[in-house]
């Protein structure tokens, strides 16, 4: 299937391993140029080299920098059609361990990070009257984890946040979807107990790349019609209708 993407030009952040490469792999492949960030310089620098993407290093809860590297990235190409705003999850607590240290750390890396995403890409949507903007969030915003309070928290608050932005520029072209991993084989499963498991209908664990398939899907002009949803790639987890 064509998704015409070729010639698209798409951010992908926390894109140096796991869901994030995935995704910016799957994007290149289907022919998009691809921009990628990052905080660790060596692994983004060999992935993006591998793709032919363009590639910086930044940290995603730091406004200018996220402002310097969307301004270079439209410089560069003229344009930005889709960006997916993603970032690696707060560590594992119950409301009982978590400090508000972490609850203030959980806002900037997860919402403050999505929105500084938002402000930057889709004003340029709107102007060019066609423009995807993705987060990438968990699960957990559908029904919460235990011992992620933080995540569930906070990954919530990028929902409403997703729903809101659908909603104000649908009529300029842009469309806002958040995608909602399950148990996904990436580091972060690591620290989490093995406790999940049994609760997954299909018996493991994701692969990136599945997801990575529906977000290129999203990007695309087969997707024109959706928008303000939030999509579980979850193996059957969610128990709700």
Request: glycine residues 8%; hydrophobic residues 45%.
């Amino acid at each position: 299937m064509d998704l015409g993407l070729r010639g698209r030009v798409a951010i992908v952040a926390a894109s140096s391993k796991g869901i994030g490469l995935a995704i910016a792999r799957e994007l290149a492949a289907e022919g998009a140029q691809v921009a990628m960030c990052a905080r660790n310089a060596e692994p983004l620098g060999a992935e993006s080299a591998a793709l032919g993407a363009y590639a910086e290093t930044l940290d995603v809860s730091a406004e200018a920098q996220v402002q310097a590297f969307v301004r270079n990235v439209h410089a560069r190409f003229g344009r930005v059609d889709f960006c997916v705003a993603n970032a690696g999850g707060p560590p594992p607590r119950t409301f009982d361990q978590a400090t508000v240290p972490e609850w203030r750390a959980a806002i900037e890396l997860n919402l403050l990070s999505t929105l500084f995403f938002a402000r930057e890409v889709i004003p340029i949507m709107k102007t060019a009257a066609w423009g995807r903007f993705l987060t990438i969030t968990s699960v957990s915003v559908k029904q919460p984890l235990d011992n992620l309070i933080l995540s569930n928290s906070v990954r919530a608050s990028v929902t409403g946040l997703v729903k809101s932005l659908s909603n104000e520029y649908a009529r300029y072209g842009v469309l806002v979807n958040n995608v909602c991993p399950g148990f996904t084989a990436t580091e972060r499963l690591k620290a989490l107990p093995d406790t999940w498991s049994s609760q997954v209908p299909l018996g493991r664990a994701g692969k990136p790349e599945e997801l990575a398939a529906l977000v290129a899907f999203l990007a695309s002009e087969r997707a024109a019609y959706i928008t303000g949803q939030s999509i579980a790639v979850d193996g059957g987890f969610i128990r709700g209708v």
